[in-house]
């Protein structure tokens, strides 16, 4: 190689080296002595693979092979590790070419040192190992968007289980999340994306998750992150607070039976010891306080029985549905003899409900007896399977159930607004369906109800 040309090349700030067919060195210019500590003719008549870390080798050679053995012209990239003089390792980012030259009689490399480059690259990506570990250990969905919400920069594993979408399809589809808003709720979310992009930092509440029919409310936070006063990003979690809603709810509905309920109560028995006093019936008095102090207790009983099942914290497990209804059909056929209790039941159907399933079963079916005008009643039992649901179905005969009564359980109403049921046996059964991850629904004729619980079926 000309001297002058040399001399250029000693001026150069990247590694130039000249490979023959089998990677052996046949020049190197001054920059290896800055780069990697060697006098220039220390690596000459050297083989290049002597000096790379024995991980890189086969990545090395390969990239070397492709460009030795291609017939056009060719240039090809590799990063790897290269030895220092003082025994240290330097990452070196080297383009290796076969571009024919008469003055060249081998094959140019140029190298850069790329170490700095990679220790911020390696510690970046242990950042992000470690926001990731802790991200993925919590039940909080945490979430990163582009200030116009068309990319979706950042999204934990627990977006799914609480929104009930693939973290892949949010990807695809930044904004397919609004899909699993409940329809009431979406204008809301709509108004306050727009807040978030214009600057505003939001908090809601809402209705998520179309796969469990927006029975999942979350509480939504989110702030904008706002760079020389422009939104470049917009961070936030998603938390579900089904459980505390459920809550604030039992006790809405505990407060309204006992200052309702048990004031009704409690003016009846009033009433009937007065009249005690000045009638010689006393008999028929004493029957009507009777039948009310036992309506306190059991109403009594009912909210215990809800507050435990709300308190426990119970899991849903495999329950046989069908053993279940025909356990409970027999002792409500024991507990009401003139009542008939049709039952149209599966050998066995398995749900994944809470234990005290049973206690929701009872409720409907004795509220179906209990409520009949007739004093012989007859009440049909039913248990069917769609899909991956079953369904248990009460057919009654007794006067229709009020349109406000079982309103306020699939609906949510603010305290002024909540009306008066009769009693708490559908509440324990709609909580339990509830809890269960189903439901109750409704259907009411001139003849008689139709309630339907709905639990999913248990997956093997």
């Not at 790897?80 to 240290?88: I, K, L």
């Not at 600057?199 to 998750?209: A, F, K, P, Q």
Request: charged share 30%.
């Amino acid at each position: 190689m000309a001297s002058d040309a040399e001399a250029l090349l000693d001026l150069a700030q990247d590694k130039i080296v000249v490979l023959d067919e089998d990677g052996v060195f046949e020049y190197a210019n001054a920059a290896v002595d800055r780069l990697l500590g060697y006098a220039p003719a220390e690596l000459v008549g050297t083989s290049v693979f002597e000096h790379v870390h024995p991980d890189d080798e086969a990545g090395v050679r390969e990239c070397f092979a492709r460009v030795v053995e291609a017939d056009d012209d060719l240039a090809e990239q590799s990063t790897y590790r290269f030895r220092h003089a003082d025994g240290s390792w330097v990452w070196l980012e080297s383009r290796v070419s076969n571009a024919r030259c008469p003055e060249i009689d081998g094959y140019v490399v140029t190298s850069r040192d790329v170490t700095e480059r990679k220790r911020l690259a390696d510690r970046r990506r242990e950042s992000e190992r470690r926001l990731r570990q802790l991200t993925e250990n919590t039940s909080d969905a945490l979430w990163m968007y582009t200030s116009d919400w068309e990319e979706l920069l950042f999204v934990n594993s627990a977006f799914e289980d609480i929104w009930g979408i693939p973290t892949d399809d949010l990807r695809a589809d930044p904004t397919k999340f609004m899909e699993a808003v409940h329809p009431a709720d979406r204008e809301t979310i709509r108004r306050n994306m727009k807040r978030l992009s214009a600057g505003d930092s939001v908090e809601l509440e809402c209705r998520v998750n179309d796969e469990r029919d927006f029975q999942r409310w979350v509480w939504i936070q989110a702030t904008p992150v706002i760079v020389d006063g422009d939104v470049t990003r917009i961070v936030g979690f998603t938390r579900d607070i089904t459980d505390r809603r459920r809550r604030t709810k039992q006790m809405r509905v505990l407060d309204r039976q006992l200052r309702h309920n048990l004031r009704n109560d409690m003016n009846v028995v009033i009433g009937r010891t007065e009249a005690a006093r000045e009638d010689d019936d006393v008999a028929t008095h004493l029957d009507s306080i009777d039948r009310t102090a036992r309506q306190v207790v059991d109403d009594a009983e009912k909210q215990r029985a809800i507050i435990n099942v709300l308190e426990q914290g119970v899991v849903s497990e495999p329950v046989d549905l069908a053993a279940t209804v025909r356990e409970t059909v027999e002792n409500v056929a024991a507990a009401y003899p003139d009542a008939t209790v049709e039952c149209d039941l599966p050998e066995s159907v398995t749900v994944s409900a809470v234990p005290q399933v049973v206690w929701g079963v009872r409720e409907l079916v004795e509220n179906a007896v209990e409520h009949a005008t007739d004093p012989a009643p007859t009440v049909t039992v039913s248990l069917t399977v769609a899909d991956d649901t079953a369904e248990l179905t009460v057919t009654d005969e007794a006067p229709p159930i009020p349109e406000r009564e079982y309103a306020s359980l699939t609906e949510d109403y603010e305290d002024d607004a909540l009306l008066h049921s009769s009693g708490l046996g559908l509440w324990l059964a709609y909580w339990i369906a509830d809890l269960s991850d189903g439901r109750l629904t409704f259907e009411t004729h001139d003849d008689g109800n139709v309630v339907t619980m709905h639990l999913p079926i248990h997956d093997d």
